[in-house]
């Protein structure tokens, strides 16, 4: 056989192991196959391109030649891409979590050659540690002569887990659907909630935009009553936008926090990530009007516009790697005193220092001169904020100077709709036009290069295959629904309803058990075996959440009994697990507010092209309100009403009137 077989791979994960030394196969029969024949246990590594600590594994260990030897001669080696496969990582990050008690990337996991795990970790440091973390070599040592010596403990250990994760993938829990399980919900993540830095628990800190939305609809339905629901999203979105979590200079978000502060972040930057906060933040400014809240969403469309998105080709990039080479720490994102220093005057240089703590000793442990830029204060003077903007500018000019992280271009189809969709809500909250030329660009090549009959999506955009994941399919419901209201074309409406009527027969349980399955059918390969019915928001939305959300606005939108008694029955199916799910249930939780609390129904008529009925659509898309659907129809005259439940306004024909009907 060849000895690494992924250079022909179209992921970029892949492709980034094709030089090293170990004899690697992509996910697939083959490899199962070799190993059942040569009677040889799995290694399966699962990472991404954008994972820092799967670039050091890469480096201390994979690039070894005396770890590539014992690998080759003992084991079938396996290397899958996360984002290309989140159906094989999904089930193999349970197995892990259920031996070690963590899971993350890089995974290394050790299957039979039927695919069961029977032991594994996260990343491995190559020799023995202080922290009693073991050398990967000695556990490659062992496993290998427990495979061979010890058949029977490595059989009963690979059966219990299999057991477990094929117990654990049905995440459905029936339950009644009750307006108090959004409020015991929005409880539970009040205890969750960092007082002192926005947030949920410590560190290390993540962004939980869905929560973020749930809570901001609390807060409005009791008309600005409960004061602990805004506080909770106020300082979470400022703690983010002060933090060094946020790119100061170029624009949006990197993945997570590695401190409670929001001050030192893992420094890859997710489409996923920033297509969620961008709609948290854009809530938020459309709620409050907080000028740094639109700052923050501006400067996450502006790094998507610049960085992420394939103007050629329409579409949105996956993610921005953290690292340009191994044992880099952030370098490209971080500053010495002296680098800040020489690319400004004293003046820019010492507000710069001041409000973004640019100091001799910086934060980075890996070269303590290396600052994170966060907001410490504010400047000093009125005077100074325009010494501060200056400055940015020319920080990032300089940093522009500087080779910039890999850029990884697959176009997903999920995370492709769900930018999409906050690029049309961007459009509309900032008025920039340009936001929903691009958002709908990207969306009808999703129709035409993605869609199927019978099939449903695939998984990238201009790739045949893989295919029949439910997360494809309910996030480009989604985006199709914002289009329709976005632009009141019929066409969206129909394709959202297609996508639904499709999963309804491939991805739902017909038994009483309901809900939707992650994948339409299996392939017979361990786990994939088993179909999984997902509800964790973990680290993306939950499809089941998506879908739930999806139904209630179609149901909304059309008016149709059909769509609310599906609604009904997929959330009966989870209900009894969304309370104790709390922050990770935020998903569902918002399509459970949908069933237990009035919708807003805007339904502008009146003629195309600029006049009142444009305004007014422009007004409806523009106001918050939660549980809201924008209808717009062609008319003679412009007109609009506003529906509160069942209660509906009279018809108004100026903005200024739907304004009023709106705040009312």
């Known amino acids: 056989m060849a000895s690494n077989q992924l250079a022909s791979e179209p992921s970029a994960y892949l492709k980034s192991a094709a030089h090293q030394p170990v004899h690697w196969s992509p996910w697939g029969d083959a490899a199962f196959a070799r190993a059942r024949q040569e009677k040889k246990p799995i290694l399966l590594d699962i990472g991404a391109v954008w994972c820092h600590w799967c670039h050091v594994m890469d480096g201390e260990s994979y690039e070894d030649p005396a770890v590539a030897e014992l690998l080759n001669r003992d084991f079938v080696c396996i290397k899958v891409d996360r984002d290309e496969r989140p159906d094989v990582d999904a089930r193999y990050q349970r197995a892990v979590q259920a031996l070690s008690g963590q899971g993350g990337w890089p995974l290394t996991a050790f299957l039979t050659p039927e695919g069961e795990v029977f032991f594994g970790g996260t990343y491995f440091p190559p020799d023995d540690n202080a922290s009693g973390r073991p050398g990967f070599h000695r556990v490659l040592m062992e496993i290998a002569r427990a495979f061979r010596e010890e058949q029977d403990r490595v059989t009963t250990n690979a059966h219990a887990i299999r057991e477990h994760v094929v117990q654990t993938l049905d995440e459905a829990k029936p339950g009644v659907v009750s307006a108090d399980l959004v409020s015991g919900a929005a409880d539970q993540m009040a205890k969750a909630f960092d007082v002192r830095y926005g947030g949920f628990g410590s560190a290390p800190k993540f962004p939980h935009s869905a929560a973020i939305e749930f809570l901001l609809a609390r807060w409005h339905d009791s008309r600005g009553g409960l004061a602990w629901q805004r506080e909770i999203v106020e300082k979470t979105l400022t703690g983010m936008a002060h933090g060094g979590i946020r790119d100061h200079l170029g624009g949006g978000f990197h993945r997570y926090s590695v401190d409670e502060r929001w001050i030192v972040p893992h420094f890859e930057k997710m489409s996923y990530d920033n297509s969620e906060l961008l709609r948290a933040y854009l809530s938020a400014y459309q709620a409050f009007g907080n000028p740094l809240l639109k700052e923050v969403a501006t400067g996450i469309v502006d790094w998507v516009l610049e960085v992420m998105a394939d103007k050629e080709r329409g579409a949105f990039a996956t993610s921005q790697d953290a690292d340009l080479t191994f044992g880099d720490d952030g370098d490209y994102w971080t500053w010495t005193k002296e680098e800040a220093d020489g690319a400004l005057t004293a003046r820019e240089g010492a507000v710069a220092s001041l409000v973004f703590d640019i100091q001799d000793v910086g934060e980075m442990h890996h070269n303590p001169k290396k600052n994170v830029l966060w907001r410490k204060q504010d400047p000093a003077s009125d005077d100074e904020w325009p010494v501060l903007h200056t400055a940015i500018k020319k920080l990032k000019a300089a940093r522009d100077l500087r080779k910039s992280p890999f850029v990884d271009r697959t176009a997903y189809v999920n995370w492709n709709a769900m930018m999409a969709s906050a690029f049309l809500q961007a459009g509309a909250a900032l008025d920039r036009t340009e936001c929903n030329e691009f958002a709908l660009r990207v969306l009808e090549r999703i129709w035409k290069e993605a869609w199927e009959v019978g099939s449903g999506m695939s998984h990238v955009l201009g790739r045949h295959e893989p295919r029949g994941m439910l997360d494809d399919n309910v996030q480009a419901a989604a985006a199709f629904l914002d289009a329709y209201e976005a632009t009141g074309e019929s066409t969206w409406l129909d394709r959202a309803t297609e996508v639904m009527t499709y999963c309804a027969k491939a991805h739902a349980d017909g038994t009483a058990g309901g809900g939707y399955f992650d994948i339409a059918g299996t392939d017979g390969t361990a786990y994939l075996a088993t179909r999984a019915k997902p509800v964790q928001d973990a680290p993306t939305p939950s499809p089941n959440g998506v879908a739930a959300l999806v139904l209630a606005r179609l149901w909304a939108l059309t008016d ?105």
């Open 560 to 664: 149709k009994a059909e769509w609310r008694g599906r609604l009904d029955r997929h959330l009966a199916a989870f209900a009894g697990s969304a309370r104790e799910l709390s922050l990770y249930g935020s998903t569902l939780l918002r399509a459970v507010d949908w069933a237990v609390n009035p919708v807003t129904r805007v339904e502008v008529r009146g003629p195309r092209g600029d006049g009142p009925a444009c305004a007014m659509h422009l007004l409806a898309l523009q106001a918050y309100r939660p549980r809201k659907v924008v209808v717009r129809t062609i008319a003679d005259r412009p007109a609009a009403t506003v529906c509160v439940g069942t209660t509906c306004s009279m018809p108004v024909s100026t903005p200024e009137q739907l304004a009023g009907l709106l705040e009312a």
